[in-house]
């Protein structure tokens, strides 16, 4: 089945060391995301890739990076974690849309960060 | 800029109906509607495009009106398995790459018991 599949489902880190969370799919899909869900909120974009074009939100703290090496795969990069980044970092994916309502968004089962 | 729901939180039993509404200041192009289990990742439910555009399916159906800002989404009769929380997200920008984003509102956690 066409999926979008996140690794790992479970991360703990240590205050201040780097970690990188992967995230693939087999859907083909043109757009890729990075959510960032703390407990009982929204998700908040961090950035997206349109192809291979990055797009970074104007918010999103220099510690998140983000990489695409290609249609499949997409990683995020924190690189100092701090307490505040404990959350449920979710990738999804979908069609590039031309016109001016988007489309459906499939996300992964995300990945639960902890900072100790 | 985030669009907001309402209620926060509604609690029914099996059977009753439920209307969650999402509103914007800003004009709004297109309303998706998800619905995220505890613990899960969001998964969509529908889409609005026009204004005045009506959609459903199953017992679930949103409608849009483009001149008020504002979607709402209906959930009638109830089952067990649509307890969670519905999210309405918005494009979060303007053009083709504005056209990828959503912003998604705060959500409305749905309850429903037995």
């Known amino acids: 089945d066409a999926m979008v599949i996140q690794n790992p489902r479970y991360q703990v880190t240590q205050f201040g060391k780097p970690v990188t969370l992967s995230c693939s799919q087999t859907?083909?899909?043109?757009?890729m995301y990075w959510y960032q869900q703390k407990s009982s909120q929204a998700p908040k974009l961090l950035f997206h890739?349109?192809?291979?074009?990055?797009?970074n939100e104007a918010d999103t703290p220099d510690n998140f990076q983000s990489r695409r090496p290609n249609t499949s795969f997409c990683f995020l990069d924190i690189r100092s974690p701090g307490l505040g980044d404990a959350a449920m970092y979710l990738c999804?994916?979908?069609?590039?849309?031309f016109g001016q309502g988007g489309d459906e968004q499939f996300f992964g089962p995300g990945t639960r960060l902890t900072v100790l | 800029q985030q669009p907001v729901q309402s209620p926060q939180a509604v609690i029914l039993r099996e059977g009753e109906d439920a209307v969650i509404n999402c509103s914007s200041s800003k004009a709004l192009y297109s309303v998706h509607w998800y619905r995220q289990k505890h613990g899960e990742a969001p998964v969509f439910l529908m889409i609005l495009l026009k204004g005045g555009e009506q959609k459903g399916h199953d017992k679930i159906s949103a409608s849009f009106n483009e001149k008020k800002q504002q979607s709402s989404l209906y959930l009638t009769a109830s089952q067990l398995s649509y307890s969670g929380t519905y999210f309405c997200?918005?494009?979060?920008?303007?053009?083709?790459?504005?056209?990828?984003?959503?912003?998604f509102g705060q959500g409305t956690r749905l309850t429903i018991n037995p």
């Open positions: 999804a994916t979908s069609r590039r849309s």
């Open positions: 859907l083909n899909h043109n757009v």
């Open positions: 890739y349109y192809d291979k074009d990055f797009n």
């Open positions: 997200g918005t494009r979060g920008g303007l053009g083709i790459q504005g056209a990828q984003k959503l912003v």
